[in-house]
């Protein structure tokens, strides 16, 4: 299998451009499926590399891969209304989980990766604690990508992350939902 081309150098918007794409469409695919759903990942991926291929890529601002989950974050945002609707509605199927069998089937479908009280407590975060939490758990993104994803000093990132974890970590009964990890 050939070694992909190092992508932190500025794409050549006919050439390089799709070597991007065929990098990195998956993973921003995932994140933006994991943040919202499939069905608008599908649309707003392809949203993402419209953007950036219109944008260009500016390599004072880091790699390509930071840029490109910038560009995903800030489309989710687009979308932030529906996105906490989500959750709250997460949370709900949950909650009447536990109470009426009938739809027990249906919560277990809606909350897939994530319990209620999760979803409850990522709705309950501030936009940007939650898009530092999201970058850094879905995403997979170090504490300096997440920094330049977000256009953000690395600092904010520990900062916001921290403030973050202790808030879910009450929220769901000292469980600390994400890897101590830090990058």
């Known amino acids: ?12 918007p006919r050439a390089g451009f799709e070597q991007i794409f065929n990098a990195h469409f998956t993973e921003i695919h995932r994140y933006i499926a994991r943040r919202l759903s499939d ?3 599908d649309d707003l991926a392809a949203e993402v590399f419209l953007a950036a291929y219109r944008g260009g890529y500016d390599a004072s601002r880091g790699g ?3 840029w490109l989950y910038g560009i995903a974050t800030h489309l989710v945002a687009r979308h932030r209304r529906t996105e906490i609707r989500r959750w709250k509605a997460l949370s709900r199927a949950a909650e009447r989980a536990e109470h009426d069998p009938e739809d027990a089937a249906l919560s277990r479908v809606a909350a897939g990766e994530l319990t209620g009280r999760l979803a409850e407590a990522l709705a309950g975060l501030n ?7 999201l970058l850094s758990a879905l995403g997979e993104l170090s504490h300096a990508e997440v920094a330049a994803a977000l256009q953000i000093p690395v600092g904010t990132v520990a ?4 403030r973050a974890r202790k808030k879910l970590r009450k929220a769901l ?7 101590e990890s830090h990058g």
């Open 159 to 162: 900062s916001r992350l921290n």
């Open 39 to 41: 069905d608008t990942a």
């Open 127 to 133: 936009r940007g604690d939650r898009d530092v939490v």
């Open 1 to 12: 299998m050939a070694v992909p081309p190092d992508l932190t150098v500025p794409p050549d």
């Open 64 to 66: 390509v891969r930071p």
């Open 173 to 179: 009964g000292e469980v600390n939902p994400l890897k």
